[in-house]
């Protein structure tokens, strides 16, 4: 509810996570010359029957998501963070599951228009039990994610 109610993205737990995966400051994150958070759905779809997010809706991605990135021509790394971004970014190149997804972060950090794709689990709390089962995840793939979006800072 805190997102919705500052507007900023990632602005609750799963943003501190992210950040932490990132190393970088909250003031770094929200920088939007550092920075540009694009929402596959540009809305909030609201919640379920459970209180947790609805999926990003259908018809919004293919309206605005391809003006949106060709408008920012100096972006230099994709992070695809959960699987509807990592559908739409990745398309045949992505695995069956999430997990084989970034877990095969190597073959699939490939060329799209021009761009490197980083395939991410969403930062939420309900990956929790997920990023203790895939212990690879922090030793193989957050030491290349810092690395690359330093290497982007400098």
């Not at 507007?7 to 010359?33: C, H, I, K, M, Q």
């Not at 971004?85 to 992505?94: K, T």
Request: net charge positive; hydrophobic share 40%.
């Amino acid at each position: 509810m805190r997102v919705h109610e500052s507007g900023l993205p990632f602005d609750d737990a799963s943003g501190n996570r992210l950040r932490d995966w990132l190393n970088v400051s909250r003031e770094t994150f929200y920088d939007r010359n550092v920075f540009a958070i694009v929402p596959m759905g540009f809305c909030f779809p609201g919640y379920d029957t459970k209180g947790s997010d609805l999926p990003p809706r259908r018809e919004c991605a293919p309206q605005w998501r391809e003006t949106v990135m060709s408008a920012m021509p100096q972006i230099e790394l994709i992070l695809a963070i959960g699987q509807y971004a990592q559908a739409w970014h990745l398309g045949a190149h992505r695995m069956k599951t999430m997990t084989q997804t970034v877990q095969n972060w190597r073959s699939t950090l490939y060329s799209n228009h021009g761009l490197p794709v980083l395939p991410l689990p969403h930062p939420s709390w309900r990956n929790s039990a997920w990023l203790r089962q895939n212990v690879w995840f922090e030793d193989e793939l957050l030491p290349v994610l810092r690395q690359s979006v330093e290497r982007l800072r400098i």
